[in-house]
């Protein structure tokens, strides 16, 4: 008994170009488009193309549409998850790729985060470390010297304004 | 018309069968009129086989032939704790196979856990054909959310050794989310407490209209129904310990019959305030006097000993809530699942952590077959618009240099899915490179389940760092894995289903099938007044389900079976001539009676029904390449000239390829300390490398 949810010419037409598309195009969702919007884009195209709707496929028809369907599953993943998708974003923007593995945007994000909170330049970590170091001493005024420092190679480093700010806060409350 | 397609659930305690017609679901009853069967196995002398709750009731008598909670065992290791820990409570011997896989010897005969659970999966087989009439060769068989790879392969040969074709390996809460939400329009998001014999799962689903969709599951495939039973059973023992100085611990007889009182006191306190255990007969003295115990347990008592019990269950709540973006005012429903979830300080318990009461309408026991069913019916096409998005449970990983496993798939990512990973080699020339792979939460590879192994040589060897392998991890929806490592160069390809080194190989599962190793189950015969007189005596009161639930907006009357009298009238005259439990040994026929187990008469004619099944089977063996590990593969591996990195070998897996250091040939540019191994895959350390970069895979020469 055959059981699809497709036109297989669909299927063959979709897997053909898959690889030329990327995540938003294959959900058939706008880049601006919302979590919730990606969530609904997701569910209709699983409708589509997910393992259960078609059943009734054989050979490489079934293999096609399982290519697809896995394919949108790593789209959802990585569009759902903010930090995923700012990963992607980025790395569509440079047009090198239209995929990413999700290992490896969580990997970009966690990078990322990693030079935000301590310095994404050799002298914003140089000067970063030695204001942690004046920290664990207990030389708030020295920290705050040297996150200025660190500041002015890396000024829009939202991670050093934050513990500027901090630093300032403490300073405030001791006096 | 549809193929007929069945859904079970396969319990550690006990299995249900369901099946949907008409755009109806009902719950097949045995030939005893049971909704439910124990998941027990008894082995007669004469090498047939009984399943279901009189087998369970032989465990007093023979408990080393009768096999309990398959379920704990199956898809394990042999030197895993749950086999330890099996080995110390039951009467059956578990003996360790090759590859530390592990079976079941009853009378110099070996069985392996995917036979025993295919005799459970037969019996229901055979309880389906009863009533279609017809040959059933299709279901979908429920397991654990939690359930690993290995563990679900298992349970998907069982069903195939069964002689059936295993339309979708589902998880529990999530067919109960199905069964409960099914066709009602629903915009929901619910939790599924599901507390079985042996495994506690919880799912968070967002229920839209007809999609099903998992957003987090979590879950201890150690803690269930038994541990609560034990924490009684202990105080029992101890009780007796404290009477007369004599361990009835080391006595399977005695064992068993604590064993039993236990689970009764703990099902007599979901309904009473108290229970009185009574055993005239424990153990027998040296002048062959009975040594009894007598012990009143309360419901405030029972809460303290299972307390902590309870806490580690709402321990795996917060995860699953927290793995959702959910807090619990965010649910609109809270689903129980399991027999456990009876008990009243668990609803309460539930009650208080959620914040709200759990859904009545649900029966705990069922309702994981009926959404089995449910789908099974919308897998052969029975006509339903319901769609299940389901994730996978545990971390999938890959094992790199340092005996680390690095995740290449996380738990809580919707199937089925694929990811690539680029690898390199880290010697010139390597000539072939060990995949392995693992699933669970740890860093460290040997804290993690391995679910295979295989070696790939299928590359120009090259100066290290200048080869690029692709190993492509696939999770099918079934939630099984399958690993592919392919030559960017050669494009040479080599694949496999990746098989538990412990488990049943292709050829061998082949055989059980031609054997018909599950054709030794019996199946009862049903004459009416066979029927009738085992009625009143069949009736566990917490075992016999409410008629219906009413989900499915059903009349009571819909699915209650023709001709069977209806059980609920003699629940309340049961219950209270239940808790008082009297064993005694010597009385042979009165034990059944008095326990409430023995759920049909010793003198049942039985026949062996001739499985028409048999031609049936569609083996779908998804087995590819040549890489196709076996037992015959991983012992010549043994042998091979390994690097020998760790001094510390992984826990028994002795013949495991011991991990190497990649890291010399990081690019500079991005300032990967040379020998700083840990950090290169490290996600803590993640700035050390590049992601675009290709990890090394360990090696051999």
Do not use: W
Not at chain 2, 59 to 79: C, D, E, N
Request: glycine residues 6%; charged residues 30%.
């Amino acid at each position: 008994m055959s059981v699809s949810a497709i036109d297989p010419l669909e299927i063959t037409a979709l897997a053909k170009i898959m690889d030329e598309l990327n995540y938003y195009q294959l959900l058939n969702v706008a880049p601006e488009s919302s979590t919730t919007d990606i969530k609904r884009a997701f569910h209709t195209v699983s409708r589509s193309f997910h393992p259960d709707a078609n059943r009734g496929l054989e050979g490489e028809l079934r293999y096609q549409c399982g290519l697809i369907s896995k394919r949108v599953t790593e789209a959802y993943c990585v569009l759902r998850d903010a930090r995923r998708r700012k990963a992607y974003d980025h790395k569509i923007s440079e047009g090198d790729n239209l995929r990413i593995q999700l290992a490896e945007a969580r990997q970009a994000h966690d990078i990322q985060r990693k030079a935000e909170l301590c310095g994404a330049t050799p002298q914003g970590r140089q000067f970063h470390g030695r204001a942690e170091t004046d920290l664990k001493a207990g030389n708030l005024a020295g920290a705050i010297q040297n996150i200025k420092m660190a500041l002015t190679f890396e000024g829009s480093n939202t991670g050093f304004k934050a513990m500027l700010a901090e630093l300032h806060e403490r300073k405030k409350a001791l006096s | 018309m549809a193929e007929i397609a069945v859904g079970i659930d396969l319990g550690t305690s006990n299995t249900c069968v369901s099946l949907m017609r008409d755009g109806k679901v009902e719950v097949l009853d045995n030939a005893y009129g049971e909704r439910t069967s124990a998941s027990v196995v008894h082995f007669h002398e004469d090498g047939s086989v009984e399943v279901g709750n009189s087998a369970k009731a032989k465990v007093i008598h023979a408990p080393a032939q009768t096999i309990s909670s398959a379920k704990r065992l199956i898809g394990r290791f042999y030197f895993s704790e749950e086999v330890k820990k099996a080995q110390a409570i039951y009467a059956y011997e578990i003996v360790e196979a090759p590859n530390h896989g592990v079976r079941i010897e009853i009378r110099e005969e070996e069985f392996s856990l995917p036979e025993i659970s295919a005799m459970v999966l037969r019996e229901m087989k055979q309880i389906a054909e009863r009533h279609t009439g017809e040959s059933v060769t299709k279901a979908v068989i429920t397991v654990p959310a939690y359930f690993n790879d290995n563990q679900r392969q298992a349970t998907k040969d069982a069903g195939r050794i069964a002689g059936l074709e295993v339309l979708r390996i589902l998880n529990e809460p999530t067919a109960a989310a199905l069964a409960y939400g099914f066709g009602m329009g629903l915009n929901q998001r619910v939790a599924v407490y599901d507390l079985g014999g042996g495994t506690f799962d919880i799912s968070v689903l967002e229920i839209g209209k007809d999609i099903f969709e998992v957003l987090a599951t979590c879950g201890d495939t150690f803690l269930g129904g038994d541990d609560f039973d034990d924490r009684i059973l202990d105080l029992l023992a101890d009780d007796f310990v404290a009477k007369y100085g004599i361990n009835p611990r080391n006595d399977p007889y005695a064992f068993e019959k604590l064993k039993l009182a236990a689970e009764n006191a703990k099902k007599g306190l979901s309904v009473d305030e108290e229970v009185l255990v009574s055993i005239d007969d424990v153990l027998k003295n040296d002048k062959g006097e009975a040594m009894g115990l007598e012990r009143t347990i309360t419901r405030a008592e029972f809460g303290q000993l299972v307390q902590d019990l309870i806490m580690r269950t709402f321990k795996v709540c917060d995860e699953a809530l927290q793995q959702s973006d959910l807090t619990v005012r965010d649910l609109d429903g809270v689903i129980l699942v399991g027999g456990p979830t009876r008990l009243s300080i668990i609803r309460e318990a539930v009650t208080a952590y959620f914040q709200q009461e759990p859904r009545a309408d649900v029966d705990p026991d069922e309702v994981v077959s009926m959404g089995a069913a449910i789908h099974a019916a919308s897998l052969v096409g029975e006509a339903t618009d319901s769609m299940l998005l389901d994730v996978t449970p545990l971390d999938l990983r890959i094992g790199v240099a340092g005996g680390l496993a690095e995740p290449v798939i996380e738990r809580n990512t919707p199937v089925p899915i694929e990811q690539t990973r680029t690898f390199t080699t880290f010697q010139d020339f390597q000539e072939s490179v060990q995949i392995r792979v693992y699933q669970g939460d740890n860093r460290l590879a040997e804290d993690n389940v391995l679910l295979g192994q295989f070696e790939f040589s299928g590359f120009e060897p090259g100066q290290r760092a200048d080869v690029s392998i692709d190993v492509t991890f696939e999770i099918d929806a079934d939630g099984i894995v399958n690993v592919t490592a392919s030559d960017q160069v050669t494009g040479e390809a080599a694949s496999t289903q990746i098989t538990l080194s412990s488990g049943l190989d292709d050829a061998e599962i082949q055989k059980l099938i031609e054997d018909d190793i599950a054709d030794r189950v019996a199946t009862a015969a049903t004459p009416e007044a066979v029927v009738a007189e085992a009625m009143p005596e069949a009736v566990n009161p917490l075992v016999a389900a409410p008629r219906v639930t009413s989900l499915f907006g059903d009349d009571a009357e819909d699915l209650s079976m023709d001709g069977q009298p209806d059980l609920d009238a003699d629940l309340d005259a049961d219950l209270d001539a239940d808790l008082e439990l009297d064993l005694d040994a010597d009385a042979d026929m009165d034990l059944d009676a008095d326990l409430k187990i023995g759920l049909q008469p010793a003198a049942t004619p039985r026949v062996v029904s001739k499985p028409a099944a048999g031609s049936n089977l569609n083996l779908d063996t998804d087995a590819l390449g040549d890489l196709d590990l076996d037992s015959a593969d991983l012992e010549s591996m043994d042998d091979e000239e390994l690097i020998q990195l760790t001094d510390e070998a992984p826990p028994e897996i002795t013949q495991e390829i011991p991990l190497d250091l990649p890291i010399k040939d990081a690019d500079p540019a991005i300032g990967l300390d040379a020998g700083d191994d840990n950090d290169f895959f490290d996600t803590s350390g993640a700035d050390l490398s590049d992601p675009e970069e290709p990890v090394n895979l360990n090696g051999k020469e």
